[in-house]
């Protein structure tokens, strides 16, 4: 029997689409506001989002349950890797920007979908800054983050034909370029908080800001500033989350995909259960006994 990640149903589409879109106001709404706006009390919208985000992640994972059947098992697999994502984080933050759990994240997305994918994304990330006292303003955009990488990988073509090496090299590129991407997001929340109080705008005759946010500055001004804060600040560490993600996966990914695929096919998230009467009722059985099948996904 082969294994198919957990479908989108409407009801999970939705749900992940209100969440996306309000991450995406509450993280970029600086670049588009004038200068007179409070933009250095940024930081103080963390709370509201987090109280925002919370719920929504449950929404998603009612929303699916829905959809697909989803049960005790589904929900006891997303807490192990979880778990283990969020073990992984610390044996390699901090030096390099070497995290492991990445690589975990996009195997799991692969194979269990976009949907199971956000919710273990956000909620791998939420333990992991428990773990290691993390905790913080940041921690929101992180959670976004991760489960907006997380569902890219359950969002990857082929689901169920692509195998092998393609399939790996496929996952690899994906976790390089997201990786990057990643570390954008979370950096536009920092470099916003940063600059937020810096001079009075290009246009305005102020301080030009440098590679720092400048309020009131038009969209593009600013985002080349962003650039090159991500190139002066962060690229390192990006590069190093990259790498680590792309040798992993190619070393390890196989077996690693196998025994999700494996574990999934165990739990039988999606198993659809048809009653058929025998064709010839066997000596002595009644006539309205029924078998129970489970067609192969």
Not at 116 to 144: H, I, K, N, Y
């Amino acid at each position: 029997m082969s294994v198919r990640p957990v479908r989108l149903g409407p009801r999970s589409v939705a749900a992940l689409l209100l969440v996306s879109v309000i991450g995406l106001i509450a993280i970029c709404w600086p670049l588009f506001a004038d200068a007179g706006s409070a933009v250095t009390t940024h930081a103080a919208d963390a709370p509201w989002l987090f109280a925002a985000l919370l719920p929504l992640l449950i929404a998603v994972v009612v929303a699916t349950i829905a959809d697909c059947g989803m049960d005790a098992k589904a929900v006891a697999m997303l807490g192990v890797l979880a778990a283990v994502g969020a073990a992984l984080r610390p044996l390699g933050a901090g030096t390099a920007g070497l995290e492991p759990m990445f690589f975990l994240m996009v195997l799991s997305g692969r194979v269990l979908g976009p949907g199971f994918g956000f919710v273990l994304g956000s909620v791998t990330m939420f333990a992991s800054a428990l773990l290691t006292g993390g905790v913080g303003p940041w921690m929101p955009t992180q959670m976004l983050a991760m489960g907006w990488f997380t569902m890219g990988a359950g969002l990857l073509p082929g689901p169920q034909r692509l195998r092998g090496r393609a399939e790996l090299l496929m996952l690899s590129v994906y976790g390089f370029a997201a990786a990057f991407a990643y570390g954008t997001v979370t950096n536009l929340y920092g470099w916003v908080t940063l600059g937020g109080g810096g001079g009075g705008g290009s246009e305005a005759g102020g301080d030009s800001g440098g590679i720092f946010f400048v309020p009131g500055d038009p969209a593009p001004v600013n985002l080349a500033r962003f650039l090159a804060f991500l190139v002066a600040t962060s690229l390192g560490w990006d590069l190093g989350r990259a790498v680590l993600t792309v040798v992993l996966t190619l070393t390890v990914g196989g077996t690693l995909l196998k025994a999700l695929r494996r574990a999934t096919r165990r739990a039988n998230f999606e198993a659809q259960v048809t009653f058929q009467g025998p064709e010839r009722p066997s000596p002595g059985e009644a006539p309205h006994r029924t078998y129970v099948t489970y067609e192969p996904e």
